[in-house]
């Protein structure tokens, strides 16, 4: 079966600080990977996807990067985070393909920014 | 634009009282219409996918129904353990994109 794994759980950064957040997925190969944030009281909202290594879309111009360095693996990064980076970031998983749209979540990290 | 609007925002019932949540929807062709289940500080939990108008799915005391313009998420008989907030997305035709609603939070009193 598949399973989705984020890290860190928890993280309270200072503004100015860089971010590194990792999402890997068992499983499955060759999966869409996706991040999201949700921010209180608002609905998720897409960052980025991936359908495949080194290939990512970007949804929301900010000061968020993402990268694809494995198969499996998606990376969300910042190199100076602003209070409004704060939020519950969600990584997300579906099969390749348009056959089966059902996307997975992570467990997510919440992120403090200071 | 596709958009998804949820109803109501909060929903506080009885345990074995009844209801239905509400999803209404707005999208160029829809390819798939999903619900989710979110417990406080965890992700979204996959519930059902519906497909097209006319389409019912079922699981324990949740029933999923789908018209051209909204779903709805009928909760029969809920428990406490149902506490949780409900989250409708929609995926169009021409996107790899869910589109979600702001979830209806739903709490269960014994």
Same mark, same amino acid.
């Given at each position: 079966?598949?399973?989705?794994?984020?890290?860190?759980?928890?993280?309270?950064?200072?503004?100015?600080?860089?971010?590194?957040?990792?999402?890997?997925?068992?499983?499955?190969?060759?999966?869409?990977?996706?991040?999201?944030?949700?921010?209180?009281?608002?609905?998720?909202?897409?960052?980025?996807?991936?359908?495949?290594?080194?290939?990512?879309?970007?949804?929301?111009?900010?000061?968020?990067?993402?990268?694809?360095?494995?198969?499996?693996?998606?990376?969300?990064?910042?190199?100076?985070?602003?209070?409004?980076?704060?939020?519950?970031?969600?990584?997300?998983?579906?099969?390749?393909?348009?056959?089966?749209?059902?996307?997975?979540?992570?467990?997510?990290?919440?992120?403090?920014?200071? | 634009?596709?958009?998804?609007?949820?109803?109501?925002? $909060?929903?506080?019932?009885? =345990?074995? *009282?009844?209801?239905?949540?509400?999803?209404?929807?707005?999208? !160029?062709? /829809?390819?798939?219409?999903?619900?989710?289940?979110?417990?406080?500080?965890?992700?979204?939990?996959?519930?059902?996918?519906?497909?097209? $108008?006319?389409?019912?799915? =079922?699981? *324990?005391?949740?029933?999923?129904?789908?018209?051209?313009?909204? !779903?709805? /998420?009928?909760?029969?008989?809920?428990?406490?353990?149902?506490?949780?907030?409900?989250?409708?997305?929609?995926?169009?035709?021409?996107?790899?994109?869910?589109?979600?609603?702001?979830?209806?939070?739903?709490?269960?009193?014994?």
């Amino acid at each position: 079966s598949q399973t989705i794994h984020q890290w860190p759980a928890t993280l309270v950064q200072p503004v100015g600080s860089p971010l590194s957040l990792e999402c890997t997925v068992e499983g499955t190969s060759n999966p869409n990977l996706y991040w999201y944030r949700q921010a209180a009281g608002r609905g998720l909202q897409l960052l980025f996807y991936s359908v495949g290594i080194g290939q990512i879309s970007s949804e929301v111009p900010q000061n968020l990067s993402a990268s694809r360095p494995q198969d499996r693996q998606f990376i969300l990064s910042s190199k100076k985070l602003l209070l409004s980076d704060s939020g519950f970031y969600l990584c997300a998983w579906s099969s390749p393909g348009r056959d089966k749209n059902e996307q997975f979540f992570g467990p997510g990290t919440r992120l403090t920014v200071l | 634009e596709d958009q998804v609007t949820q109803s109501p925002e $909060a929903l506080r019932l009885q =345990e074995g *009282e009844s209801s239905s949540l509400n999803c209404s929807y707005t999208v !160029s062709g /829809l390819r798939g219409l999903f619900w989710y289940r979110q417990d406080p500080g965890k992700g979204p939990e996959f519930l059902f996918t519906l497909y097209s $108008a006319g389409e019912e799915k =079922e699981k *324990e005391r949740l029933k999923a129904t789908l018209t051209k313009k909204e !779903s709805f /998420l009928h909760i029969t008989a809920p428990k406490p353990e149902d506490s949780a907030t409900y989250l409708c997305a929609v995926l169009a035709y021409n996107t790899d994109k869910l589109i979600f609603g702001t979830g209806t939070r739903l709490q269960v009193f014994p």
